[in-house]
């Protein structure tokens, strides 16, 4: 695979969201860049989360075609795909996708649950200190309140290697502070990885200047 990893969307349009008709996603040939940060603004039920099911494979219900590279994810084995979410993509879904009899560490190190985390422990208790969650770690999940649950999901999908970041309205329960924050750590490793970064529901008081916005 090159260098650079564009993602690629070829007139995709999801097929519970056949009726409604073109926008700035759907039905479009529109590209991508890595290394550059995007926000996906829409109200509920047009499609922000079907579209990070789709980037990151779980959505199979949709016609046209989705690259990364060159390469046609559209037309990619379930085997291709644990490989493309190994190497190159991670995700923060909506419902976060911890599991709650595990603590806060033990979630933060599973790292998606496709290879070891990335990141040594020490820097991994430094995000926690920057998010205020160090206190969290050894309690189970479960016990959490949500906005700590969505801080420990940022952190497992920071503790592994990327070129494209899919965070699904990842701050709906942060404070103002823990936001900035949180938005500071993320723009750090997509920096430092030189990765794409999505966002859906990205809140109105983060510099809009430093995202590309498409709307659905």
């Known amino acids: 695979m090159a260098d650079s990893f564009p993602l690629r969307l070829q007139q995709?349009?999801?097929v519970p969201l056949a009726g409604r008709g073109p926008n700035t996603i759907w039905r479009?040939?529109?590209s991508l860049n890595s290394g550059r940060n995007y926000q996906i603004l829409a109200p509920s039920?047009?499609?922000k989360s079907t579209l990070i099911?789709?980037?990151?494979g779980?959505?199979?219900d949709y016609s046209g075609n989705v690259f990364l590279g060159e390469e046609n994810l559209s037309k990619?084995?379930?085997d291709r795909w644990v490989e493309i979410r190994r190497k190159y993509i991670s995700t923060v879904f909506q419902d976060l996708r911890l599991f709650d009899q595990l603590t806060a560490a033990e979630n933060i190190s599973l790292s998606g649950g496709f290879e070891p985390p990335a990141f040594s422990k020490e820097q991994v208790l430094e995000w926690c200190v920057r998010l205020q969650i160090e206190g969290k770690l050894h309690d189970k999940v479960g016990q959490l309140?949500?906005?700590q649950k969505q801080r420990v999901a940022l952190l497992r999908a920071l503790n592994r290697k990327f070129k494209w970041l899919l965070l699904d309205e990842p701050f709906?329960?942060?404070d103002v502070d823990n936001m900035r924050v949180a938005f500071e750590l993320i723009n750090e490793q997509c920096r430092a990885q030189h990765a794409g970064l999505i966002v859906t529901g990205l809140d109105h008081r983060f510099n809009q200047d430093e995202f590309i916005t498409l709307e659905i």
């Open 58 to 60: 779980i959505r199979k």
């Open 145 to 147: 309140s949500y906005g």
């Open 76 to 78: 990619a084995s379930l």
């Open 45 to 47: 039920g047009t499609g």
């Open 12 to 14: 995709v349009l999801p």
């Open 172 to 174: 709906s329960h942060l």
């Open 53 to 56: 099911g789709i980037l990151n």
């Open 28 to 30: 479009q040939d529109i």
